[in-house]
């Protein structure tokens, strides 16, 4: 399926108490792989750093329900520079398009000190994108979102079962690297996010397997959670 000629993923997600977990994880878990960049059977870190526009269009398109969307956001995993990711999660309904480009640690530090002249010129169309929305939209590092991701993979339909743990955003600074970051929970630390997604199909099977009985199907954003997770902790 496509969109504007951006091909779409599916993508659901549910709320899930740890039997639930338990369950559909020993389940999902016999029928698929780890990811393979798991370090351990609970998966691996990931820590983003979402950005904002002056207005927060981010922040509330989410909230208000706006059709067509898009967040941007720089990703590390387990704390290491060794992969610097720019995504943008694009929106439309109930699909998704993720788009992808890497970034060097010296292009990361010079955004985070406001010098946006490093990723100007660039050959990745997405990262010229990106330089615009800083440079002339104004959009600034807003919130980190730090999680343990636990997923299982499945090639046919590019399919993903996930279970993202312990949820905190980092309250003291935007820096992804700062090694005095304070994480503030926010959510339940037994609580589980599932997100099940693929393109055009998903075997029965897998479906049957990663469907929880008990969970409705939820409008879950990471970046929301933890930006009012902050503006609690400032109060503003």
């Known amino acids: 399926m496509e969109f504007r000629g951006r091909p779409l993923r599916h993508e659901y997600k549910y709320y899930l ?21 798991s370090q351990s059977p609970e998966g691996y870190g990931i820590r983003s750093l979402y950005f904002d526009s002056p207005v927060d269009y981010a922040l509330y398109d989410k909230v208000n329900g706006v059709f067509s969307r898009e967040k941007f956001r720089i990703r590390i995993y387990n704390g290491s520079d060794h992969t610097i990711k720019l995504e943008r999660k694009s929106k439309f ?8 480009a890497p970034l060097t640690r010296a292009q990361y530090d010079a955004i985070l000190q406001g010098d946006y002249s490093a990723v100007d010129g660039s050959t990745s169309s997405l990262i010229r994108e ?35 743990k312990r949820l905190v955003a980092g ?4 820096d992804l690297f700062y090694p005095g970051l304070i994480l503030k929970e926010t959510l339940d630390p037994a609580q589980t996010i599932l997100e099940m997604k693929y393109n055009n ?3 029965e099977d897998i479906r049957f397997a990663a469907s929880p009985t008990l969970s409705n199907r939820s409008t879950i954003s990471k970046y929301v959670i933890c930006r009012e997770a902050n503006m609690l902790h400032f109060k503003r």
């Open 17 to 37: 108490h740890p039997h639930e977990y338990l369950s559909i994880r020993q389940r999902v878990s016999a029928l698929l792989p780890l990811d393979p960049y």
């Open 93 to 100: 309904g109930d699909y998704v398009h993720k788009e992808s």
């Open 130 to 164: 990106f330089y615009l929305a800083l440079a002339h939209k104004g959009y600034r590092p807003i919130t980190i979102v730090d999680y343990l991701r636990e997923a299982y993979v499945y090639d046919h339909g590019d399919v993903r079962i996930t279970f993202d």
């Open 171 to 174: 309250v003291n600074s935007i």
């Open 201 to 203: 199909f998903l075997a």
